[in-house]
């Protein structure tokens, strides 16, 4: 009887005024952050002069270039979504199978999370700096003149090269739980190594592929940077259509119907990777990963092979990031590649105002976005409230949907009164706590479901409250997860765009939109120096919080260090 | 006899199940614990005794019935409230702070003043026998040890009631008795009113001065180890205390009954003609040697020779029956096959009703 447990578990939260404030607080800010945004949206999106209608919508599918975008969406996020994969999968099979010594993963996983921790156009940049008019591989390389960067191929390209990682992240403790002893007993048995690797190796690892593509998908589909950069008129998307209808024409209804054209295909492909693949993955991922010698089941040729490969990719990677260095620090890319400061001097000058916004905002968010999580999070993993899943729901929400759609819903819903909020610095942060903290929140129910319940059971006994409990016994043990998510924010309020693109102002402003202006203004040498300064502190931040993490020690870390970066 | 320190009126909780709907974990039971009193929950998995515990303790709240300690209503009253020491299985120290700060925990919480802590914390350490275990880690004790600071954290207090969850059935074998002498020892010493989970009876008969048996969710007998052993209620109480026969007998006269044509001086107090069943605990049954095809004759079918003691399994008509023989220092052990003459001893029987 669901209605008296309700009953039961409000009159025990009615008693204890600390957990019942604390549930209000967030359901207030969750309500205002998350649920009126996007019902405004909603309403701005289907009502015409007070009326709800659906016009708004028809007129924008019957818009031939609105429903190239569409397709086109759909398609380059399939792109993506396999190319990804596969290339994950080769990482993943390399990673796992190959026998290659430790300081060669390390290397190899440096190459492949390098883009998820990179700001938004910095494969765009390079690709730019490899196959445009003066590119390096299509220019001095080949001898190719004013050739084309843009259009669809280099898209999927650099969104592969950037989102693959997240695919390899997946696959790879998929592929390193599979027991290689049952490979080797099909081996055994007398199988081929290429009729064992299709009929055991592969069909297991299928819900990971499946994930990893869900994923992919939707990373791509959510992708405003990249196409804004490398899509051009020839090849329009979802995202950066919206953008250009609000910032171009002004016109917020057309962008708030274009962004939720996104919004079906989004939630599809979220709810199936949650609820459908998701949870079969679940167990396998906590299975130990790296623990196992090494398999005969993969031929050495082969091996051989799959290590070329991903040297070979990583190389690759490794050159773009290695063309934006150099970028950074020569006249002018291509023309003139003498030595300068220049730019480094540009962006700690004029940058200075961008650099600063970004580094307060970051800052404000990172330790209210770490506590959010963990508070979020050990509230869905332990008490009982009524509306508890309602929670973990809408908490997840502003994380599942396109960056796109949320800063188009945040700039509709906060830039008129009765809550106006445009122009400040409040609303960027606002955005990135309810956006990135999510990973703060699962990362918090992961840990908690590993601590036993009755060590808080036991602090209670002993007198103390909720909060003190929270905060004596609660708060130490599930100090990881609130480090993996205050990482999180940090790392995405100095990359992220889709979203706070469209809440920045005159008064505040954001380092990855100051790069955009640079690209447009064809300053590429600045844009390279800002995204160099980016990874640099990025990376920084990541290594002192690896250091907290490998601090704490605890059996959990590990995972919660894993977080960061997954995330 | 003493106030009553604890007490259970008519409480129930009730579960959703997935397959069976709602369910009663504990039903109706009422229970109370006297001053000073250690009560055992006694019962199988499942058989609500932890729900119960958990009800007394504040981590789980009845559906119905109230719960009183010390003549407060305490039913709704949260956990931290209630002034209740509490042993959890697995023990439940804080990883994170070591054996001085898990003790002082309770302490800290009651913003006691720091002298006083040392002074508490150092005094209970010494009662467990953990002196100079200040600086510790929790990881770093053997489960003997963590119990230990288990205990001294959860009494440092000096809290009205302690509640244990079966404290003690993660330890080895030889551990578990060793503790549980000094858990009965402790709490004599403190006086302390406790109520105590186990599904081990004997380790329930060795701890308390009352035990409440359960069985799914009810209460079906509550008394000392000797009134659970001597006059069980039910038949779940006479199987579950010790072994026993339960034996199919008819009262063939107000002094006599019959097993298996086997007559018995037994004054059973039920009519003639009844059919009764008779809890026989195994050293109620004396067996001797008997020539072959002697009317009250019995084969034993098996034997185990344990040393205080001999264990029997012996053939009587259709009925088998266990019997003990603790006096093999004076009398040979008897041998498969063997034909014997049962005796009753008719003092100890029970008369199930």
């Known amino acids: ?101 430790r300081r060669w993963l390390t290397l190899l996983d440096a190459a492949a999370l390098l883009p998820l921790v990179s700001p938004p156009f910095t494969t765009s940049i390079a690709i730019i700096f490899s196959f445009g008019p003066k590119g390096f591989i299509s220019h001095h390389l080949l001898g190719f003149d004013n050739v084309s960067a843009y259009g669809f191929v280099s898209t999927a390209l650099a969104e ?67 196409p804004l950069i490398l899509a051009g008129n020839s090849f329009p998307v979802l995202p950066t259509q919206a953008y250009l209808q609000i910032t171009g024409m002004f016109d917020f209804k057309g962008g708030a119907v274009l962004s939720l054209m996104l919004l079906v295909p989004a939630a599809v492909v979220y709810l199936l990777q949650r609820y459908w693949v998701g949870r079969r993955t679940y167990v396998t991922v906590t299975g130990k990963v790296g623990q196992r010698s090494r398999t005969r089941a993969i031929a050495p040729w082969a091996s051989v092979a799959l290590v070329v490969a991903t040297v070979l990719v990583a190389v690759s990677i490794l050159y773009f990031y290695a063309l934006l260095v150099f970028a950074s620090a020569v006249v002018a890319f291509g ?7 220049h730019h480094y001097a540009v962006i700690f000058t004029e940058g200075v105002p961008a650099i600063r916004d970004t580094l307060i905002i970051a800052l404000i968010g990172m330790p209210l976005g770490g506590l959010y999580g963990v508070l979020v999070g050990y509230l869905i993993a332990r008490r009982r409230f009524p509306g508890r899943q309602a929670m973990e729901i809408v908490s997840m929400v502003n994380y599942a949907l396109p960056g796109t759609i949320v800063g188009i819903a945040y700039l509709i819903a906060f830039n008129d009164p009765p809550i106006a909020l445009t122009g400040g610095a409040m609303i960027i942060v606002a955005c990135y706590v309810f956006r990135y903290s999510p990973t703060g929140i699962r990362a918090t129910v992961a840990l908690l479901s590993q601590i036993d319940r009755s060590l808080e059971e036991a602090s209670s006994s002993l007198g103390a409250g909720s909060g003190e409990t929270f905060r004596r016994v609660t708060l130490p043990l599930i100090a990881p997860a609130f480090f993996a998510g205050l990482g999180v ?64 020690r605890t059996a959990t870390a590990g995972a919660a260090a894993r977080s960061l970066l997954g995330g | ?88 299985q697995n023990y439940a120290l ?57 205990l001294a954290r959860a009494v440092v207090f000096q ?21 549980r002498e000094e858990i009965r020892s402790l709490q004599k ?64 006269s107000p002094a006599e009954v019959e097993i298996e044509g086997l007559r018995i001086t037994f004054a059973s107090g039920l009519p003639v003609g009844q059919m009764v069943r008779l809890v026989v605990r195994p050293e109620m049954i004396e067996l001797q040697p008997a020539a072959a095809g002697a009317p009250d004759s019995a084969v034993i079918t098996h034997h185990t020779f344990l040393g205080e003691k001999t264990d029997y399994q012996v053939k009587l008509g259709a009925l088998s029956l266990q019997a003990t023989a603790s006096d093999h220092y004076r009398k040979p052990v008897l041998k498969i096959g063997q034909t014997v003459a049962v005796h009753f001893h008719a003092q100890g029987i029970h008369v199930l009703k």
């Open chain 1, 1 to 101: 009887m669901a209605s008296r447990g309700f009953a039961s578990e409000g009159r025990r939260v009615l008693r204890d005024p600390l957990l019942l404030g604390v549930i209000t607080v967030l359901w207030l800010l969750l309500a205002l952050f998350v649920l009126y945004p996007l019902t405004v949206l909603m309403v701005r999106a289907f009502s015409d002069e007070g009326r709800l209608t659906i016009e708004p919508l028809m007129t924008s599918l019957g818009d031939s270039s609105h429903r190239a975008a569409f397709f086109n969406s759909l398609i380059l996020a399939a792109t993506v979504g396999v190319l990804g994969t596969l290339l994950g999968f080769l990482f993943a099979l390399t990673a796992t199978r190959t026998g290659l010594g």
């Open chain 1, 160 to 226: 592969t090269l950037t989102y693959f990682p997240i695919a390899y992240l997946t696959l790879r403790p998929i592929i390193a739980a599979i027991d290689p002893n049952l490979e080797e007993m099909a081996f055994s048995l007398g199988g081929s190594r290429w009729r064992i690797f299709r009929t055991v190796t592969v069909p297991l690892a299928i819900p990971g592929f499946a994930n990893a593509f869900l994923l992919l998908f939707a990373a791509s589909l959510a992708d405003f940077a990249t």
């Open chain 1, 335 to 341: 023309a003139n590649n003498s030595f300068t400061w």
């Open chain 1, 489 to 552: 924010v940090f790392i995405r309020s100095m990359t992220a765009i889709s979203a706070t693109i469209f809440l920045v102002s005159l008064s505040w402003t954001l380092i990855t939109v100051r790069i955009l202006e640079n690209m447009t203004e064809m300053a590429l040498g600045p844009a390279a120096a800002f995204s160099v300064f980016v990874i640099v502190v990025v990376f920084a931040v990541v290594s002192v919080l690896s250091a907290i993490l490998a601090r704490l």
């Open chain 2, 1 to 88: 006899m003493a106030p009553i320190s604890i007490r259970l009126d008519r409480v129930s909780k009730r579960f959703d199940h997935t397959v069976k709907g709602e369910v009663y974990a504990v039903r109706d039971v009422s229970l109370s614990v006297a001053e000073g009193e250690l009560l055992t929950l006694l019962g199988p998995s499942g058989c609500g005794k932890s729900t119960t515990l958990r009800m007394i303790a504040g981590f789980e709240e009845p559906d119905e019935g109230t719960i009183s300690i010390d003549g407060r209503d305490v039913t709704h009253v949260l956990p931290n409230r209630r002034g209740i020491g509490f042993m959890f």
């Open chain 2, 94 to 150: 804080f990883p994170h702070l070591s054996v001085f700060e898990n003790v002082a925990y309770g302490l800290r919480v009651q913003r006691k003043g720091t002298t006083e802590i040392a002074h508490a914390v150092g005094k209970v350490l010494e009662l467990v026998g953990l002196a100079n275990y200040e600086r510790q880690q929790p990881h770093q004790l053997s489960g003997g040890e963590q119990q230990r600071v288990a």
């Open chain 2, 159 to 179: 809290p009205k009631v302690l509640l244990f969850d079966e404290p003690l059935s993660n330890l080895d074998a030889k551990l578990r008795v060793e503790m």
């Open chain 2, 189 to 252: 010493r403190v006086g302390i009113t406790t109520v105590y989970v186990t599904h081990d009876q004997e380790e329930a008969m060795a701890i308390s001065d009352r035990i409440a048996v359960m069985e799914r969710g009810e209460v079906v007998q509550d008394g000392t180890a000797q009134d659970l052993y001597y006059s069980p209620a039910t038949e779940f109480v006479a199987r579950f205390i010790g072994r026993t026969n339960i034996v199919e007998a008819r009262v063939v």
